[in-house]
């Protein structure tokens, strides 16, 4: 008997939702298996990688704001 995969899908509702990418040569219905940093399929053995999330900054200190060094108008000359 076919058994329903537990965690392929979520249910929202009325609408299921696929938590797996289904595999691009098997089609769908055959799902890639989730790693740390990869997808495959235990099927015909294609495998990808997810995308690497984005490289964060370093959070190591911002660059000092280079102050504008705005020429001022010379002040206007005191009355005596
Ligand atoms: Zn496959």
């Given at each position: 008997m076919a058994k329903a995969k537990?965690?392929?899908?979520?249910?929202?509702?009325?609408?299921?939702t696929r938590t797996?990418?289904?595999c691009p040569?098997?089609?769908?219905g055959v799902f890639l298996a989730e790693h740390g940093n990869r997808r495959s399929c235990g099927k015909?053995?294609?495998s990808e990688s997810k995308a690497a999330p984005p490289v964060?900054?370093?959070?190591?200190?911002?660059?000092?704001?280079?102050?504008?060094?705005?020429?001022?108008a010379p002040a206007a000359p005191?009355?005596?």
């Amino acid at each position: 008997m076919a058994k329903a995969k537990v965690g392929l899908y979520t249910v929202q509702g009325d609408a299921l939702t696929r938590t797996h990418k289904s595999c691009p040569k098997c089609g769908a219905g055959v799902f890639l298996a989730e790693h740390g940093n990869r997808r495959s399929c235990g099927k015909c053995g294609y495998s990808e990688s997810k995308a690497a999330p984005p490289v964060k900054a370093k959070p190591a200190k911002a660059p000092p704001e280079a102050k504008p060094a705005a020429p001022k108008a010379p002040a206007a000359p005191t009355p005596p």
